[in-house]
């Protein structure tokens, strides 16, 4: 079985199903913003990066409330933690925008609902947006907080980006042909 596309193929793919979700027909104009959100899609391809924190015991977190006692549990200081909450802030994004049929029915995260997911989020980026050791964190914590106050936006225009994809699947009968 031949792969749907390569990696670049599907980042300039995604990136046109975010332009046009969010430029197009949200009339949200933050490039920064966008570019983000296209490249979380192109990371979280890869089940590897959705679920990268993993306990100690090399088993993947499956749920936000274990990563933020894990968090918690953590002597990581700085920049690792750091991306740990945005880590957290993604995860969460990722799986309101892009599957939040996944957060309502998945029986691992029976505790768990968009609203909390969406809480989380924001709490997060927020979190990850304070720790600005280095000029690169600074340069991002306005884009982190962005994240955090406008996730609701970011979540909406995730799932229409994913409503493009699918149309355009169902309509082509592969993505990217």
Do not use: N
């Not at 969010?22 to 490039?31: K, L, N, R």
């Not at 933690?81 to 599957?99: N, Q, Y």
């Amino acid at each position: 079985m031949r792969p749907i596309a390569d990696a670049g193929h599907l980042s300039l793919l995604f990136a046109a199903y975010a332009e046009h979700a969010f430029i197009d027909e949200m009339g949200v104009t933050d490039t920064r913003l966008i570019d983000y959100l296209s490249s979380l899609l192109v990371r979280f391809i890869h089940p590897d990066q959705i679920f990268a924190m993993k306990r100690s015991d090399g088993r993947r977190y499956l749920a936000i409330a274990d990563m933020l006692e894990e968090i918690e549990r953590s002597e990581k200081v700085g920049p690792e933690r750091r991306e740990l909450f945005r880590h957290i802030g993604d995860f969460a994004l990722f799986w309101t925008g892009v599957f939040p049929e996944a957060v309502k029915r998945h029986s691992r995260w029976a505790q768990a609902d968009i609203e909390d997911y969406t809480k989380q989020g924001k709490r997060s980026y927020y979190v990850a947006s304070t720790y600005c050791d280095t000029q690169e964190q600074a340069d991002q914590a306005p884009l982190l907080r962005r994240l955090s106050s406008d996730f609701e936006l970011c979540a909406v225009g995730l799932r229409r980006a994913r409503d493009l994809w699918e149309s355009d699947y169902s309509t082509q009968g592969q993505v990217g042909m």
